[in-house]
């Protein structure tokens, strides 16, 4: 096996992409235990990832008890198999945060399942790519804050409403918007900073309702969080003023956004990465497409999830090896250790170097 030189952010070195294939689910992991909380009738969290279930900590401090669902760097959770401990975990949450647009359709599952009447937040619907009307709700109310207020009450009202997933629409087995996968959507959004500055206003919103005497805690922990989102957009700002327009490969649409919003241009056939997000085969014309684009000396860094992968990843990761282009490993979970903040200043850093190489 030829020896592979990766830059890799320093929490990810022990995984590998060639050590996964497609979208295949290993052993399906235990939900992590609950971050126990010191206060009495803590605000039960429930979330899909151990990403949304750090942010969830974070903002509501000693006042939630939070548990993840996915928690493995080995596990896919397009492909999670949820366990009966998973449907009872759910089942007592009074909050439920999943990700959505196709990604953890697995909550869906357990909420019917478990008859939760917990309120559940769907991150992806803060995105300003998201084809629904929640997400031009939260563009409108980011880029226009001269609206009228109680129409962007109303607004905010409605997207909750819409997607609370009340117990009577589980017994009812209603279909949730966010779990189809919807054509032409990246729902890897906890990639974009900006989605998840809407998403933790939204979370401490949704805490203080919940426990309202304790409102002011939740406000400063978010805003204290948003100005690490700003630190993260600012180093991203770098590498657009260092970097605007440079093609990028990535294997997976995982990075994308991050490799947007650091002004780079993603050059990848949307074939060859989405045959590889769905575990499948890629096309040879479209695999034949990709090699000529690292052989026409325009890509800079290639960037691979090292969570899913196959031959032709191995295959484009190699050849880029061997013409000199750096290739760098995201992660869709949370590595050991980090909090989301200095995990995407990690990456930041790891897309800066490689570019700076």
Do not use: K
């Amino acid at each position: 096996m030829t020896t592979r030189r990766l830059l890799v952010p320093a929490a990810l070195g022990a995984v590998s992409v060639l050590a996964l294939a497609g979208c295949a689910s290993g052993a399906t992991p235990a939900a992590s235990p609950a971050a126990e909380s010191t206060v009495a009738d803590p605000i039960i969290v429930v979330t899909s990832t151990n990403v949304y279930g750090q942010i969830a900590q974070e903002i509501g401090g000693e006042f939630v008890e939070v548990t993840s669902i996915v928690t493995s760097g080995t596990q896919d959770p397009h492909s999670y198999e949820a366990s009966a401990q998973d449907q009872l975990t759910v089942a007592d949450a009074d909050i439920v945060v999943e990700n959505g647009g196709g990604y953890d359709a697995f909550i869906d599952g357990l909420l019917d399942a478990s008859g939760s009447d917990a309120h559940v937040i769907t991150v992806a619907e803060f995105s300003h790519d998201w084809p629904g009307e929640d997400g031009a709700a939260h563009d409108h109310a980011e880029e226009e804050v001269a609206a009228d207020d109680a129409a962007e009450a109303d607004d905010h009202d409605h997207a909750h409403d819409d997607h609370a997933h009340e117990g009577e629409e589980h017994a009812e087995g209603d279909d949730h918007a966010g779990h189809d996968h919807i054509e032409g959507f990246n729902e890897h959004v906890w990639y974009d900073p900006h989605t998840i500055e809407h998403f933790a206003e939204a979370l401490a919103e949704e805490f203080a309702e919940q426990r309202p005497e304790d409102a002011e805690a939740f406000e400063a922990n978010a805003a204290t969080f948003i100005d690490g989102i700003a630190d993260l957009e600012a180093s991203l700002a770098e590498i657009d003023a260092a970097h605007a327009g440079e093609a990028v490969f990535v294997t997976e649409p995982v990075p994308v956004y991050l490799a947007v919003a650091a002004g780079l241009e993603n050059v990848t056939p949307d074939a060859f990465s989405e045959a590889v997000e769905e575990g499948q085969d890629v096309p040879p014309a479209t695999l034949l497409e990709a090699m000529n684009l690292l052989a026409d000396g325009d890509v800079r860094v290639v960037i691979a999830n090292a969570q899913t992968g196959g031959a032709e990843t191995t295959q484009i990761i190699t050849d880029a090896e061997t013409r000199g282009i750096p290739v760098i490993e995201f992660t869709e979970t949370l590595p050991e250790g980090q909090t989301y903040l200095s995990w995407m200043q990690e990456n930041i850093t790891a897309l800066s170097d490689a570019l700076a190489e």
